[in-house]
């Protein structure tokens, strides 16, 4: 009998070996990355930059992060760019729309937007033709207040109608807009 348990423990130690190794493969895989920056660059139809940013080196938790107030003009329109940061150690800061980039199948920058913002459209697409998010359109109403929300969505369904209500959020930033 201590032979059939010790054969059977022969045979089965190494299958939980193997399924635990490959597990924590899978989870090194998709290992999340810490996003403390999220800067914004509009540039108007006359060349003209104006960079808004979130900051939260220390990440979730600890001081409060800074957040600028954008302000844009009337009745305009604007490319936007968007970048995302790990600046959580200062001395290796490390630019994650690299990342996002490179596996732009497996992300969305999704926009929702109050106020006096006409419209919000991405111009930038994935490896399989469909919406990235890191470009986009944006267009102005008349003066007056608003918020703009930013997401970065990690394995969005991009077929779903309904695209940003999908995924993991890998970071989410409302501003407050002034449209003068």
């Known amino acids: 009998m201590k032979n059939i348990w010790k054969l059977t423990w022969f045979l089965v130690?190494?299958?939980?070996?193997?399924?635990?190794?490959?597990?924590?493969?899978?989870t090194m895989e998709n290992e999340e990355e810490l996003i403390t920056d999220v800067v914004m660059t509009f540039t108007d139809?006359?060349?003209?930059?104006?960079t808004?940013?979130?900051?939260?080196?220390?990440?979730?938790?600890?001081?409060?992060?800074?957040?600028?107030e954008i302000t844009l003009a009337s009745l305009a329109t604007y490319a936007l760019s968007i970048q995302f940061l790990d600046a959580s150690d200062p001395m290796d800061l490390e630019d994650i729309t690299l990342e996002v980039a490179e596996e732009s199948a497996e992300h969305l920058v999704c926009?929702?937007?109050?106020?006096?913002?006409?419209?919000?459209?991405?111009?930038?697409?994935?490896?399989?033709?469909?919406?990235?998010?890191?470009e986009a359109v944006l267009t102005t109403l008349q003066p007056g207040n608003g918020t703009l929300t930013i997401s970065l969505k990690h394995l969005p369904d991009k077929d779903n109608s309904i695209p940003c209500s999908t995924g993991e959020t890998d970071v989410e930033v409302t501003f407050q807009v002034v449209i003068e």
């Open 13 to 26: 130690l190494p299958l939980i070996l193997v399924y635990c190794e490959k597990d924590q493969d899978q």
């Open 45 to 50: 139809e006359l060349g003209n930059n104006q």
């Open 52 to 68: 808004f940013s979130f900051s939260d080196p220390d990440g979730p938790g600890g001081n409060a992060p800074s957040l600028d």
């Open 111 to 134: 926009f929702d937007f109050s106020g006096n913002i006409s419209s919000i459209t991405i111009s930038d697409d994935d490896e399989n033709g469909l919406p990235l998010g890191l």
